[in-house]
């Protein structure tokens, strides 16, 4: 009696949280159709009317059209180069188990605690001496290295939770281990490559310090930048909320679509992968 009244307590919490964000989400697009003085008179207002040009001055004025080209581009490329690393190395330290794959292992593990502030000194010199600064490629590059340690030791528990038995059938019909590992094993471990892609996908999406810092031309930042240099010009030109919050709209907008569409399979796929 007492796990359950526990239990049912822990599921109203949850159900809370859900229901206050989706409230912030429904707010902030409400807000985004709203003008300046209605949003300060009456915050929490409906909009009447509608000022559907405050998304049209968002996307036009505020750059977010460029940037959100920019930000699908260098997401994609750095989350698909990532995984197409991370798995190889994944499956070597799932199915060799011996000290030295085991400590490489835990270095992965050790290098999600590294904060990225310590590491943007040390790559912003290093970029600016191959010319890599300001450029898709630099801001690519840096992507990818950031997402090993989470993408590596994530595969790591798809591939340990695959039998062996498979591998073995591929051998004895004359395949070599290559060719079993790309015909056999990553087509069983599909969902754990499409989930590591997706949660590399959402990080690069949403970063914004390494992408302020190594870009610095109008024309190839992303979209979190965009949305910074929109604020600060409007501290000068005086601040339009509704753009702003029709600014941080077109950003959500991607993300919440995908988990939408998707949220259910990343959730599944990083429990089984922890799991494993």
């Not at 929490?44 to 080209?69: D, H, M, S, Y």
């Not at 085991?102 to 040390?122: D, E, S």
């Not at 528990?157 to 060719?179: K, N, Q, T, Y």
Request: aromatic letters at 10%; hydrophobic letters at 55%.
């Amino acid at each position: 009696m007492k796990r359950a009244r526990l239990f049912r307590v822990g599921h109203g919490i949850v159900w809370l949280l859900v229901a206050a964000d989706l409230a912030l989400l429904a707010w902030i697009f409400v807000t985004s159709l709203r003008d300046t003085q209605s949003i300060f008179s009456e915050p929490f207002g409906l909009p009447v009317p509608p000022q559907g040009g405050n998304w049209a001055k968002a996307w036009a004025e505020g750059g977010f059209g460029t940037a959100a080209l920019n930000s699908v581009m260098v997401a994609a490329l750095s989350s698909l180069v990532a995984v197409a690393l991370a798995a190889p190395a994944a499956y070597a330290l799932a199915r060799r188990r011996t000290r030295t794959s085991n400590a490489l292992t835990m270095t992965f593990a050790l290098g999600l605690g590294v904060p990225g502030q310590v590491l943007l000194v040390p790559l912003f010199v290093g970029l600016a001496a191959v010319e890599l600064t300001d450029s898709f490629i630099g801001l690519t590059v840096v992507y990818i290295g950031l997402a090993m340690p989470f993408t590596v030791y994530l595969l790591t528990g798809f591939f340990a939770g695959i039998p062996v038995v498979l591998e073995e059938a591929a051998a004895i019909d004359g395949a070599s281990g290559l060719r079993a590992f790309v015909r056999v094993v990553l087509p069983v471990a599909r969902g754990g490559l499409i989930t590591a892609f997706l949660l590399q996908f959402i990080g690069a999406w949403n970063e914004t310090l390494f992408a302020i810092a190594l870009m610095t031309s109008d024309e190839k930042i992303t979209l979190p930048v965009a949305l910074v240099n929109f604020v600060g010009l409007q501290q000068y030109a005086g601040r339009d909320w509704g753009t702003m919050f029709a600014g941080i709209c077109i950003i959500l907008a991607p993300m919440v679509a995908l988990f939408s569409w998707l949220g259910t399979r990343i959730i599944q796929g990083m429990t089984v992968g922890i799991g494993k």
